[in-house]
């Protein structure tokens, strides 16, 4: 323990409590038009990373509506259950109501409530969370929540911590939102390149549709009897069985991969890649792309039902081209107006064989374009492994202060 901190039980420190399952109550409509009253918040309106609330969700609950509880401005919400549990926190500037996923901790005159919040973001309170979630969905008892310790020094140097993690989380989130924006424009830049490029009405370029038959193939999935199921699927094999994973918005991705036997790879029918395919997803995210060249190590690959296989004749239309029109503007500004389904967007081959696209009859037009908009895509690619590195240095940054502040190794903390 620091020196000159004292170390106790959270239910020591203040009231620990959950909140209600407004479902277990009344039908949420019943609350939807209520305004100038309680909001109610539930684990999707804190944000996982900011750790702020949206107050604005449209639910309302009456001040005198008996058996709510409420979480008063300055307490600490935390979810103790699910994927999120230990993840999402955040600090109350209104009184709520809130969920029964959500544990609130309103403390006493001897801890200073941004100080417990930052206490709930640190490494050393992670730690404990962690060791006591259990269960297949994942999850704290209030009881052993109410055992977590907490360190905490006099209440004027909470207060100073308090007022230097303010400052410094202030200036990182300043910073995160520049580097963001940076990383936004260098995509963007390339983006409105594309559509420069494919816009131009002035070269002389045949307009075609995807669904000519002299310049390209459009190949489904086998989606009959033989499709896998789960125990099909093997950690390695003959044949690459693609997942929405291994298919990203900018070419393929094999971090992660599942595969099926040689057996059941020939048992399927249609849904197999030949080189030079390139691979689009049509149900879920939309408009994923990936082209099968030669710098793909695996020989076998199958796509999944939520995929089709564009085959470009190679004596018209080269692959690469093929790849930078699908993830143009021209196609997704097609794709926007015609995908269907609100729960699992879904773009039908009977839908997106009428998209049209420029088409120059020329193979060395074609790869001229290609070879500038790789230069360019390398470019802002370089960009952005710059600025993703960046915001991730800044999170390790947030902890790393974290760290220091716990520990009492601040600039001039007491110890």
Known sequence: MTKNWENKKLGEMGTIFNGNSINARVKKSRYSNIKEELPYIATKDIDRDTHSIDYNNGIRIPFDEPGFKIAHKYATLICSEG??????????????????????????????????????????????????????????????????????????????????????????????????????????????????????KDKGWDKKALGDDNLIEIIDGDRGKNYPTQKDFLDEGHCLFMNTKNVRSNGFDFKTTMFISKKKDMAMGKGKLKRNDVVMTTRGTIGN???????????????????????????????????????????????????????????????????????????SEQRSIVNKLGALSAKTRKLEVIYQQKLADLEELKKTILQEAFNGELVGAQS
Not at 303 to 309: K, R, V
Not at 325 to 331: D, E, N, P
Request: contains cysteine; positive net charge.
């Open 83 to 200: 994927g999120n549990a230990g993840r999402k926190i955040a600090y109350l500037e209104n009184n709520v109501c809130f969920v029964n996923k959500l544990i609130a901790t309103e403390v006493r005159e001897t801890i200073y409530p941004k100080f417990l919040y930052y206490w709930y973001l640190s490494p050393a309170f992670s730690e404990q969370f962690f060791s006591q979630v259990f269960g297949i969905i994942g999850g704290i008892s209030i009881k052993n929540f109410r055992n977590l310790t907490i360190s905490f020094p006099p209440l004027s140097e909470q207060k100073r911590i308090t007022k230097i993690l303010n400052e410094a989380f202030e200036k990182i989130a300043k910073a995160k939102e520049n580097t963001e924006k940076n990383l936004q424009n260098a995509r963007e830049l390339f983006e409105s390149y594309l559509q420069v490029v494919f816009a131009n």
């Open 289 to 363: 792309l990936g082209v099968y060249s030669d710098n793909v190590e695996y020989d076998n690959i199958r796509i999944n039902s939520g995929m089709l296989i564009f085959r470009p004749n190679l004596k018209e239309l080269l692959p690469e081209y093929l790849f930078e029109i699908l993830r143009s503007g021209v196609i997704k500004e097609q794709i926007k107006k015609h995908v269907s389904g609100a729960a699992q967007p879904q773009l039908p081959i009977r839908t997106l064989v009428n998209f049209t696209f420029p088409f120059p009859k020329s193979l």
